[in-house]
């Protein structure tokens, strides 16, 4: 399975690398890309819970402002 999450308040590759080690500390995620340019992060895994993607992202200090 494949999510691509919206992320606002990333400004650094330092915020990048703070949203990448949160989103793979997420039970079921097995990858996570996350670029700074598109606000974005490609999550993939087995059963992906979104909600615990938004918490961890939250946690990290920055918004998920949508899932597709």
Do not use: Q, R
């Not at 915020?15 to 992060?41: P, Q």
């Not at 993939?44 to 949508?66: H, I, P, Q, R, S």
């Amino acid at each position: 399975m494949k999510k691509t999450l919206s992320v606002e308040g990333m400004t650094c590759n330092h915020c990048v690398m703070h949203v990448t080690k949160a989103l793979k500390g997420v039970s079921g995620v097995t990858s996570a890309i996350v670029d700074l340019a598109t606000k974005s992060a490609v999550v993939e895994g087995g059963a992906l819970d979104e909600t615990a993607m938004k918490a961890a992202v939250a946690d990290a200090g920055y918004e998920v402002v949508a899932i597709a």
